[in-house]
């Protein structure tokens, strides 16, 4: 109806100006008009200009016409060469919103003349549904350090933390600069789906996890020996100290210690007790550092390893005596000028200059302490270097060994102690502790000389991480994205990185199915 109305509508003005010229002249009030007529009649001849009135008339009426039709309504038709889960990806994107009242007179005029009844009328056909996407359930794997056992070489197992990768012939994954990405584990595939049979995850070869940036490799299956690793490789850590160090030191490594570890699947509708949960891991949760001997029991082993360590400390200390004399000159050159200031600054308040002349007094002192002790501490470097020289690394201290170095630790803090603070352990348990650790993730000949009950309390107590576990394949709410692998601070790893903080590899569902690694990403977060 619409489309009439605006027929007559546009044929109404052109008809009655017709009519007028038909007529003219008229006369009485439309006397003003007959002239304009009488030049239009003299110009064109009446019936000339009727006519031409009327065919204009015509041809706006058929224009509004088309115009207030407008264009049909657009209707999906199905592409043999579209699959069907793409169909209907595309009506969904092309699906139109609810049709307003010029749209739906649009759809009228569409119809035949007599409609037929509304019961039985043409409906659109309904949207393909969209391809659910790919969930997965939340039950996460837990990667459990396994026991250490002295008769066992375990560097031929296929899922490990920390020491080197086995990458076959790919290629060790670099950043966008060129640098090589530190290495952190290798899962074997085979062993994680049998964690998680649920999960159509690969059956076969390995996944190997590098931090800083972020990489995945997908090594196939077969028997690949240890990757040499790049010349170009940055530290590791520190031993006992910094996680990925800026330079170069005597405790600096290229690796994390190796471990060994069991996928051990989690259900979270089971018990959450601690007993529950030590019977599932086969260890107890741990929330305390690992410690060679607990708080205030007497140190009963201490190995030269432990000693060369402190030497290789005190050597770190020194090293860095230059800076730590600059940075006090430093000090002393700041408050000087803010005396300077001060004495000519009329608006100063009262007793700032003498408090800030005090202060100055006490950097000048600090510092020429300072100096005393830098330029003492090479002599006592020496000696501990002497005291070291051609000792077994694996060899236990006998008791007056062990006391001379009791000593030694407590004359080089009382001495030295504003060179040495940060660098040096504090006590002779925290030499006894790096022994161990670094024993216990070594070869056979270096667990060797772990004592007995040593081993027995690291495996029953010390294979989980103490705050955030080390995990794989754990859903997100709403199953589209997965956590493919968590690494926590784990002082065992030496992974001293904040102690709330993970390391993330996060993949989509859609691309752990597709066994897309490549498109993981990872991210440093902290609770």
């Given at each position: 109806?619409?489309?009439?109305?605006?027929?007559?509508?546009?044929?109404?003005?052109?008809?009655?100006?017709?009519?007028?010229?038909?007529?003219?002249?008229?006369?009485?009030?439309?006397?003003?008009?007959?002239?304009?007529?009488?030049?239009?009649?003299?110009?064109?001849?009446?019936?000339?200009?009727?006519?031409?009135?009327?065919?204009?008339?015509?041809?706006?009426?058929?224009?509004?016409?088309?115009?207030?039709?407008?264009?049909?309504?657009?209707?999906?038709?199905?592409?043999?060469?579209?699959?069907?889960?793409?169909?209907?990806?595309?009506?969904?994107?092309?699906?139109?919103?609810?049709?307003?009242?010029?749209?739906?007179?649009?759809?009228?005029?569409?119809?035949?003349?007599?409609?037929?009844?509304?019961?039985?009328?043409?409906?659109?056909?309904?949207?393909?549904?969209?391809?659910?996407?790919?969930?997965?359930?939340?039950?996460?794997?837990?990667?459990?350090?396994?026991?250490?056992?002295?008769?066992?070489?375990?560097?031929?197992?296929?899922?490990?933390?920390?020491?080197?990768?086995?990458?076959?012939?790919?290629?060790?994954?670099?950043?966008e600069a060129g640098t090589p990405l530190p290495f952190a584990a290798q899962?074997?595939?085979?062993?994680?789906?049998?964690?998680?049979?649920?999960?159509?995850?690969?059956?076969?070869?390995?996944?190997?996890?590098?931090?800083?940036?972020?990489?995945?490799?997908?090594?196939?299956?077969?028997?690949?020996?240890?990757?040499?690793?790049?010349?170009?490789?940055?530290?590791?850590?520190?031993?006992?100290?910094?996680?990925?160090?800026?330079?170069?030191?005597?405790?600096?490594?290229?690796?994390?210690?190796?471990?060994?570890?069991?996928?051990?699947?989690?259900?979270?509708?089971?018990?959450?007790?601690?007993?529950?949960?030590?019977?599932?891991?086969?260890?107890?949760?741990?929330?305390?550092?690992?410690?060679?001997?607990?708080?205030?029991?007497?140190?009963?082993?201490?190995?030269?390893?432990?000693?060369?360590?402190?030497?290789?400390?005190?050597?770190?200390?020194?090293?860095?005596?230059?800076?730590?004399?600059?940075?006090?000159?430093?000090?002393?050159?700041?408050?000087?000028?803010?005396?300077?200031?001060?004495?000519?600054?009329?608006?100063?308040?009262?007793?700032?200059?003498?408090?800030?002349?005090?202060?100055?007094?006490?950097?000048?002192?600090?510092?020429?302490?300072?100096?005393?002790?830098?330029?003492?501490?090479?002599?006592?470097?020496?000696?501990?270097?002497?005291?070291?020289?051609?000792?077994?690394?694996?060899?236990?201290?006998?008791?007056?060994?062990?006391?001379?170095?009791?000593?030694?630790?407590?004359?080089?803090?009382?001495?030295?102690?504003?060179?040495?603070?940060?660098?040096?352990?504090?006590?002779?348990?925290?030499?006894?502790?790096?022994?161990?650790?670094?024993?216990?993730?070594?070869?056979?000949?270096?667990?060797?000389?772990?004592?007995?009950?040593?081993?027995?309390?690291?495996?029953?107590?010390?294979?989980?991480?103490?705050?955030?576990?080390?995990?794989?394949?754990?859903?997100?709410?709403?199953?589209?994205?997965?956590?493919?692998?968590?690494?926590?601070?784990?002082?065992?790893?030496?992974?001293?990185?904040?102690?709330?903080?993970?390391?993330?590899?996060?993949?989509?569902?859609?691309?752990?199915?597709?066994?897309?690694?490549?498109?993981?990403?990872?991210?440093?977060?902290?609770?």
């Amino acid at each position: 109806m619409k489309r009439l109305f605006a027929a007559l509508a546009a044929f109404a003005l052109p008809a009655l100006l017709a009519a007028w010229l038909a007529l003219a002249p008229l006369g009485g009030q439309y006397a003003s008009l007959d002239p304009f007529a009488e030049h239009v009649i003299a110009m064109q001849g009446r019936n000339a200009a009727v006519f031409a009135l009327l065919m204009a008339g015509i041809g706006l009426a058929v224009l509004a016409a088309l115009a207030v039709r407008g264009k049909p309504a657009a209707r999906l038709t199905y592409q043999p060469q579209v699959a069907p889960q793409e169909f209907g990806r595309r009506r969904k994107r092309t699906a139109a919103p609810p049709p307003d009242e010029e749209s739906q007179d649009a759809a009228d005029d569409a119809l035949p003349f007599e409609e037929p009844p509304a019961e039985s009328a043409p409906t659109e056909p309904e949207a393909l549904p969209l391809p659910p996407q790919p969930t997965v359930a939340s039950a996460p794997v837990v990667l459990v350090r396994k026991q250490r056992e002295r008769r066992r070489d375990w560097f031929g197992d296929t899922s490990w933390l920390g020491g080197l990768p086995r990458l076959g012939e790919s290629a060790w994954p670099r950043d966008e600069a060129g640098t090589p990405l530190p290495f952190a584990a290798q899962i074997d595939l085979a062993e994680l789906a049998a964690a998680r049979p649920d999960m159509p995850l690969p059956r076969s070869g390995s996944l190997a996890f590098f931090l800083g940036t972020g990489a995945v490799i997908a090594v196939p299956e077969g028997v690949h020996d240890f990757t040499e690793p790049p010349a170009d490789l940055p530290p590791a850590y520190d031993e006992g100290g910094r996680t990925f160090p800026l330079r170069q030191t005597r405790l600096t490594r290229w690796f994390f210690p190796f471990w060994p570890i069991t996928p051990v699947a989690f259900d979270p509708s089971l018990p959450q007790t601690d007993a529950a949960l030590t019977v599932r891991f086969g260890t107890a949760l741990r929330d305390h550092p690992f410690y060679a001997a607990g708080v205030g029991a007497p140190v009963e082993a201490l190995w030269w390893y432990g000693v060369i360590h402190l030497t290789d400390r005190l050597h770190e200390a020194l090293d860095d005596a230059p800076r730590l004399l600059a940075r006090r000159r430093e000090e002393m050159t700041r408050q000087n000028a803010e005396i300077a200031r001060l004495r000519t600054d009329a608006a100063a308040i009262p007793y700032a200059l003498e408090d800030a002349q005090e202060i100055a007094e006490q950097i000048e002192g600090e510092y020429a302490q300072v100096q005393e002790q830098c330029a003492a501490l090479p002599e006592m470097v020496a000696a501990l270097d002497q005291f070291v020289a051609g000792r077994e690394p694996l060899k236990r201290l006998s008791a007056d060994e062990l006391a001379i170095v009791g000593d030694i630790l407590a004359e080089i803090h009382e001495t030295y102690g504003e060179v040495v603070q940060g660098y040096l352990p504090g006590t002779v348990a925290e030499l006894a502790t790096i022994s161990v650790r670094a024993m216990i993730s070594g070869p056979a000949e270096t667990l060797a000389a772990v004592p007995d009950a040593v081993l027995s309390r690291i495996n029953r107590e010390y294979r989980l991480a103490p705050v955030h576990q080390h995990r794989m394949l754990d859903a997100a709410d709403d199953g589209h994205e997965m956590l493919l692998l968590q690494l926590g601070y784990d002082d065992m790893m030496e992974w001293a990185w904040d102690e709330t903080g993970t390391w993330r590899f996060r993949i989509s569902a859609q691309a752990l199915f597709a066994a897309d690694w490549q498109a993981a990403s990872l991210s440093f977060e902290t609770d």
